[in-house]
């Protein structure tokens, strides 16, 4: 048994004679519910990253479901710690905490009107190790193709659209970016949803999954800014993926739009 805030969870699972093999994997994919303690890493950039502390509220062999204050963009990869039994593990059946990673597959807001942020999270597991070159960029978006022979992980390959490029040159940019004053209404927010400072700006530029803009709020990478069009009537919560003061003496942010694109459609 394991003990954690004076509650028990079991470590090892008692097993009924064996069953057939089509058997045996129906059961390790069906999602059970399990409120393991789980500690969730997200890198935002290769120098930084946050961490929180949830439960699980369902676990399977090859993903789980979870709750968040802050969220995770679809395609993401993140760390996951818990002590998983080792009926459901890949590997390192031994190890009290089972670390694997996995890709998002699912961010949507959880909390009441009124309480704290939180985002039901839902992730597929993909294996011990991240793909090569995460680390050099972790903002990279992913996609599962299917899953390996045998019952093993969900295999990899790069999502559509990168979750930040405009640091790459313009000719490897995946998304188009329109260098034009788009007018914006910026929040930041803290962990709990509240507003700590808000001011009326427009972009320098703008694409489907990210900004630059022009702004006098404090707001370091990893920090969260809401970002509204009243033209467009949408409200995208995004991320800070840095900022710059430039030679023109005004200060840019750079954001990464995690909830909704921006409605480049609709710009001429």
Known sequence: MLTVNDQHYPTDIAAPPPPAPAEKENRRIQRISLPLPARVEVMVDPKMSWNEITRLND????????????????????????????????????EPQYKIWAVVRSCVPAGRSGASSQYAIGVAFVGKSPPSGYFDHPSMLYDISQREENGGFWHLVPADLMADDSELPKDLRKQTRLH????????????????????????????????????????????????????FNVTILSVVRGSRLAPDGMRRAH??????HFPLEGIE
């Not at 990869?77 to 080792?86: E, N, W, Y």
């Not at 949803?193 to 320098?204: F, L, Q, R, Y």
């Open 59 to 94: 676990l399977s062999a090859f993903g789980s479901g979870f709750i968040l204050k802050r969220p995770v963009k679809r395609g993401r990869l993140v760390l996951l710690t818990m002590p998983m039994p080792r009926q459901l593990r890949s590997f390192d059946y031994s």
């Open 180 to 231: 034009i004053p788009e007018p914006l209404l910026l929040e930041k927010i803290d962990e709990v949803g509240n507003i700590e400072a808000s001011e009326m700006t427009v972009s320098e530029n703008i694409s489907l999954g990210g900004a630059a803009v022009f702004t006098t709020i404090e707001a370091e990478s990893g920090s969260f800014l809401r970002v509204t069009s009243e033209r």
């Open 255 to 260: 954001l990464e739009f995690i909830d909704h």
